[in-house]
């Protein structure tokens, strides 16, 4: 297995508590995940949406802690098959910025090529993140 973890980070020019709460909402999440796009709820903090690589139905649970500024993420190809493999950090720098990183973890069943297309999908994502939040401060 090559590679356990991978990371995507970006500066942002916005609030850090402004980039929590877009990274912590289960539906925005939708315009920016390209994994789970479209999405919709379909418990209290449990959404479903599809993949734009493959089509495939994606469900994830959202769990914040705002107190962190931490989202973790729980995903699965049902909601009963839901693993913690992805997390959103926001560190602030300074009143009008911060620092937004998407993290990810590999699963032990998980082959490489499905590890290459997170860690690519994460690159991507980074960046629909800060010009989604830029444009909107």
Known sequence: MSGL???ATAEVAVPAEQAFDYLA???RQGEWTLGCSD???????????RSLYDGRETYVRVLPRRELLLVDFEVGSSADALVPRISARVRPRGERACVVTLMAWRTPDQDDESWRRVRDLHRAEIHLIKGRLELSF
Do not use: C, K, N
């Open 39 to 49: 999405r919709e709820r379909v418990g209290d903090d449990l959404f479903r949406g």
């Open 5 to 7: 973890f991978d990371a």
């Open 25 to 27: 909402d289960g539906i």
